[in-house]
């Protein structure tokens, strides 16, 4: 998913699940800090690394692919962006190393969802915004996985978007360039990707980069044919699936918020989809590579109150300025608690299931309030 959901759409469900406007600003700004709390940002004002979300194209094409090192960008990919649906899945006549990266495919509904939701309750805004970010990302980037594998993440020419014209349904094949400079063509289906490597463990191989960044258009819908389900048609609806998660995302916040006592999986609010269903669905299918925009429009509409655009540097000062004993309790110093809490969560319950490629985080922040 892109800056339009994480950031708007987050505000928007953040409200609507009974949050104020402040408060929803908070939750937001923490659901976009996730896609740019990279080292290189903690490094500047200060702050540990370990507590990095994400990593920068720079940092992958530096990172280190022996196996530190690809514990380390699993750690990150698996914990933040690609949470896996189930980690004991199983499947026949495969050997223990392609069932550990298997496992770790991503995809909604999963007992992990559930645990990092759970693990937001009673902490802070700055969690609850992180928990938002991975909840909506197992929507978006379901059927990949968030450690190198060509085996698992590799697309191929047979790789189709499906489009509505003159009333009628047709495949168009989508081509993949590498050409990081140029922007998507959404005309003639021709999308930015990652170059193409032979090596299982490249960082080219790693979560949807071989799709580019297709699959976080809420518009798409597409079919291609994965080697992990056997070279079978496996069939993505964005709209639908960006819906469950905006409605799964206004479920998770009424219970973070403490207006239902449970959350639960494959539960999606019934009121927010009645009343504003069609809007949401009129966003989500129209043919754009930024949605910021509309989703601007319907949270303003809803709150009354102007939503300002993200600024990264919003937080840094308060937060290189406190000194160390007061650091925890700035914006980005919550916000690195509930990041280093859903890391070692998400990590050591991939540990705990016999799969080695996150290692073991030993840290432990967590800070109830």
């Not at 992958?60 to 990919?77: F, K, P, S, V």
């Not at 969560?345 to 799969?355: F, G, L, W």
Request: contains cysteine; hydrophobic residues 35%; glycine residues 6%.
């Amino acid at each position: 998913m892109q800056e339009d959901f994480h950031y708007y759409a987050t505000y928007c469900a953040a409200f609507l699940a009974g949050f104020s406007h402040e408060e929803s600003l908070d939750i937001c700004y923490s659901a976009q800090l996730v896609d740019l709390c990279s080292a290189t940002f903690l490094t500047k004002i200060g702050a540990p690394q370990i507590a990095a979300t994400t990593q920068l194209q720079l940092e992958m094409m530096e990172a280190r692919t022996d196996l530190l090192g690809l514990q380390n960008i699993t750690r990150i990919w698996a914990s933040f962006h690609f949470l896996p649906k189930d980690l004991y899945a199983q499947k026949e006549k495969r050997n223990r190393r392609y069932m550990n990266k298997y496992r770790l495919i991503c995809g909604p509904n999963g007992d992990l969802v559930v645990d990092t939701v759970k693990n937001a309750k009673d902490t802070s805004l700055q969690h609850i915004g992180i928990a938002m970010h991975v909840l909506a990302d197992t929507w978006a980037h379901m059927y990949f996985a968030g450690t190198p594998s060509q085996v698992i993440n590799n697309t191929d020419r047979d790789f189709f978007e499906i489009l509505t014209e003159n009333g009628s349904t047709i495949e168009k094949r989508i081509t993949f360039r590498h050409s990081p400079s140029t922007p998507d063509d959404l005309e003639k289906c021709l999308y930015t990707n990652t170059l193409h490597q032979g090596n299982e463990n490249s960082v080219m191989n790693l979560g949807h980069g071989r799709a580019g960044h297709f699959p976080d258009y809420s518009f798409a819908r597409y079919r291609y044919y994965p080697s992990w389900n056997e070279y079978r048609d496996v069939y993505k609806d964005n709209p639908k699936d960006y819906m469950n998660a905006f409605l799964q995302m206004v479920t998770a916040m009424k219970y973070l918020g403490g207006k239902i006592d449970n959350f639960e999986k494959e539960v999606y609010d019934p009121e927010v989809h009645e009343k504003y269903g069609d809007r949401t669905m009129e966003i989500l299918e129209k043919r754009q590579l930024n949605a910021c925009e509309d989703w601007k429009k319907f949270g303003e509409e809803l709150s009354g109150e102007e939503i300002p655009a993200f600024d990264l540097a919003k937080y840094q000062g308060e937060y290189i300025k406190a000194n160390k004993d007061a650091k925890n309790n700035t914006f980005i110093g919550r916000f690195i608690n509930g990041a280093l809490s859903q890391k070692t969560m998400v990590s050591n319950k991939i540990y705990q299931s016999k799969n080695m490629l996150a290692g073991f985080s030993r840290f432990e922040t967590r800070n109830k309030l």
